[in-house]
């Protein structure tokens, strides 16, 4: 059976919204005909995504009930993978059980970000780096309002001892929010403020070293093919 609309209801970090990108590419699979519409928290992770007809902010819904609920064809679809318990033991993966909450079948495994022909020219010529590289990620979370969180984040003194090795023989590009510190002038930062301009950059054929899932889930993209290394 197709809807004329089916609501797909994203909430939680930009991890879980990069792993959200399979779940709805399942959900086309089973409801093609359907005009998917996607409320999330990262509207700019789905962009550009071809199962979306359109995507919408957490709290910016004016008119939402009357274009797309009231007296509508609808399909509302809205879970929590985190409380599945096959995902609670570590026996599926986050984007299996997703799936199967929303009662479709499983067809796509990986996110599917969806960089345009532009956005992969401009990032692969902004960060055209003539030597082997790395990206590294320091610091858990992407908008923490603080540089340093003991629970999240490699302790300075050991980034420090860590990038004094790697930079013998890599370029560093260092993923980071404005408010973490910065590891010197020879260091790439790379800043989470636009997260297309991250996924660009996380397709650069390069090591990785990487402590956040929102970063490990874009590695995993359909489109990506380099190499993955987790903390």
Request: aromatic letters at 12%; one cysteine or more.
């Amino acid at each position: 059976m197709n809807y004329k609309y089916v609501i797909f209801d994203v909430h939680g970090g930009m991890g879980k919204h990069i792993a959200a990108t399979a779940v709805l590419s399942n959900i086309k699979e089973a409801y093609p005909d359907s005009k998917i519409i996607v409320v999330a928290a990262w509207p700019r992770v789905f962009l550009n995504h071809p199962a979306v007809y359109r995507v919408y902010t957490n709290g910016a819904l004016q008119y939402f009930y009357d274009d797309y609920i009231k007296d509508k064809d609808f399909l509302f679809l809205k879970s929590e993978p985190y409380h599945h318990t096959d995902y609670i033991k570590k026996e599926r993966h986050l984007i299996d059980v997703w799936t199967e909450q929303c009662g479709v079948n499983l067809v796509h495994t990986k996110p599917n970000l969806n960089l345009n022909i532009r956005e992969q020219q401009f990032y692969s010529n902004k960060y055209n780096i003539n030597k082997p590289t790395l990206i590294i990620q320091t610091n858990g979370g992407t908008n923490l309002p603080y540089a340093y969180s003991w629970t999240r984040d490699m302790h300075p003194s050991f980034v420090v001892n860590l990038l004094n090795i790697l930079k013998q023989k890599y370029q560093i590009l260092h993923i980071k929010n404005k408010e973490q510190p910065v590891y010197g002038d020879d260091i790439i930062s790379v800043t989470v403020d636009d997260i297309r301009e991250l996924f660009g950059v996380l397709k650069i054929p390069a090591k990785k070293l990487l402590i956040d899932s929102f970063a490990q889930h874009a590695c995993r993209s359909e489109e990506h093919t380099s190499e993955l290394q987790s903390h």
